[in-house]
Each structure stands twice: as structure tokens, then as C-alpha cells.
């Protein structure tokens, strides 16, 4: 998680974090193993949100997702 909100010791200090704060929270339920249900029931998101993340949010984490 901290390699998400900050730049690395070497580069230049972002203004911004990489994730937002809600983004964060995410995935630190995802990494606790929790379900998707769940964590959209306990932020107060539609499971459907937590399953399918925006693209931007995908791209901020060099995430991608192979087409078949």
C-alpha cells in the first residue's frame, strides 16, 4: 500500500497518490480476502463497482486485462 500513495525514494515526490483513499481501502479488502459482495456491502457500492473497476483505475496500478 505504500508504494501506492508515494513515488519511490529516488523519483520525485508526487502531489497526488497513485489511489485515492477509497481505492486504497479496496484493495486492502481484496488483499484481506474478502468477497466482492462484501466489500461493496461494507463501502456502500454496488458489487458490480469492486468487480469491475473503472479502466483509469486499472491503468494507475499497470493493470491490464487480456481480451480473448
Known amino acids: 500500500m505504500k508504494a501506492f ?4 525514494e529516488s ?11 477509497r481505492e486504497k481501502e479496496i484493495v ?8 466482492n459482495k462484501e466489500i461493496g456491502e461494507k463501502l456502500f457500492i454496488s458489487e458490480q463497482t469492486v468487480k469491475n473497476p473503472p479502466p483509469q483505475h486499472l491503468d494507475k ?3 491490464s486485462i487480456a481480451s480473448n
Open 61 to 63: 496500478l499497470g493493470v
Open 28 to 35: 486492502q479488502l481484496v488483499a484481506q480476502g474478502f468477497r
Open 11 to 21: 523519483g520525485p515526490r508526487r502531489e497526488k497518490p497513485l489511489l485515492s483513499d
Open 5 to 8: 500513495s508515494k513515488s519511490s
